[in-house]
């Protein structure tokens, strides 16, 4: 089992819906959750960062982390086709390297 | 400080040749991170720094592969004697201290023909 798994997709959605990407993992003492968006091409960029269970809420974005069922989302709200993209997360001990999982490829149909 | 750069943005080097990147990470940025990513996956992880000291090298980074920080600043990372299979994004990121955001440069797309 790999220490994160996430649906590589491709996801397609209609422009206006409500995205919800998801990921698991199976080491419990991870602390940190991040959600990074990658454009073909180009280097990952932080969308949400998080450190405890609950929600955090970034303008469209809500990220969301259940340590008890180690299970963490990313939702994203009025979806755009500029949202299309490769949707990656991570997560890391507090003192060690970050983990990703291999990125679910979103396309958002206008 | 704009964020992390990465240099060059393209290489394409014929097998068997050595190659280096550089990463300058964020200004006061105290972990500095390589990963390699192909196609189709997410970032796998290759090394990592703390200040000028490489703390963990991860089992795919051959001998063919090393990495330095030397003052603790920027970051290069050779390949030697290279083979196809190392084609692929090769990308940094740095962070202020563990568990803090981590930002990635644009990546080096290296192409091995």
């Known amino acids: 089992q790999k220490e994160v798994e996430q649906d590589p997709g491709p996801l397609s959605v209609p422009e206006g819906a409500i995205v919800s990407l998801n990921c698991t993992y199976s080491?419990?003492?991870?602390?940190?959750f991040m959600w990074y968006r990658q454009y073909s091409r180009k280097g990952p960029e932080l969308l949400m960062y998080t450190y405890s269970s609950g929600n955090k809420e970034d303008g469209r974005f809500t990220a969301q982390v259940d340590k008890s069922s180690k299970y963490i989302s990313l939702f994203i709200r009025d979806s755009q086709p500029s949202d299309s993209a490769t949707y990656l997360c991570?997560?890391?001990?507090?003192?060690?390297?970050?983990?990703f999982g291999k990125g679910t490829r979103l396309h958002i149909l206008p | 400080d704009t964020g992390v750069s990465q240099n060059p943005r393209h290489k394409i080097t014929k097998r068997g040749q050595n190659v280096t990147f550089r990463c300058d990470p964020i200004?006061?940025?105290?972990?500095l991170y390589w990963y390699r990513q192909t196609l189709g996956q997410g970032p796998e992880f290759l090394t990592y720094f703390q200040n000028e000291a490489q703390l963990e090298k991860s089992r795919l980074l051959s001998d063919r592969f090393s990495a330095e920080r030397p003052k603790g600043s920027f970051s290069t990372l050779e390949i030697q004697r290279t083979e196809q299979g190392d084609s692929a994004m090769y990308l940094c990121?740095?962070?202020?201290?563990?568990?803090?955001?981590?930002?990635f440069g644009q990546g080096t797309r290296l192409t091995v023909v």
């Open positions: 200004s006061e940025h105290n972990r």
């Open positions: 991570a997560m890391s001990l507090r003192d060690d390297k970050i983990i």
């Open positions: 990121a740095s962070r202020v201290w563990d568990g803090t955001e981590a930002f």
């Open positions: 080491n419990s003492a991870f602390q940190y």
